[in-house]
């Protein structure tokens, strides 16, 4: 069975910066591609960034690109999203998502990925 547990999240003023943490149980995390999703109140959970299972590829969605980043050590199975420069529209219950399929392009919808977190909460607010 996977497990995905997501930590780092909390209160932050605009322009701060929070490193959210995605640890997976299990001997295959190195092979899985891993996504970070958002949901905030009230709206469809939306994809935040991807990164394939060696690394060589990531991808973000357009609001967060320049200001997110996203890397993981399978050594420690883990990935990371460290997120710089937050905005009140960042705030949302942030999800890590494992998908093992390994596909020609990162997965953007949820639908994609075959294990979820629980979440953590990330408020950006002054």
């Known amino acids: 069975q996977v497990q995905l547990v997501e930590s780092g999240g909390g209160l932050v003023q605009p322009g701060d910066s929070l490193r959210l943490s995605c640890v997976v149980s299990g001997r295959t995390f190195s092979s899985y591609d891993m996504g970070w999703f958002r949901q905030a109140p009230g709206k469809e959970r939306e994809f935040v960034s991807a990164?394939?299972?060696?690394?060589?590829?990531?991808y973000y969605a357009d609001s967060v690109k320049g200001r997110f980043t996203i890397f993981r050590d399978n050594a420690k199975n883990t990935v990371y999203l460290q997120m710089n420069s937050l905005k009140p529209e960042d705030t949302a219950v942030y999800y890590c998502?494992?998908?093992?399929?390994?596909?020609?392009?990162?997965?953007?919808?949820?639908?994609?990925?075959?294990?979820w977190g629980q979440g953590t909460q990330v408020t950006v607010s002054s």
């Open positions: 998502a494992a998908d093992p399929a390994r596909r020609v392009t990162l997965g953007t919808r949820p639908r994609q990925y075959d294990y």
């Open positions: 990164i394939s299972w060696n690394s060589a590829r990531t």
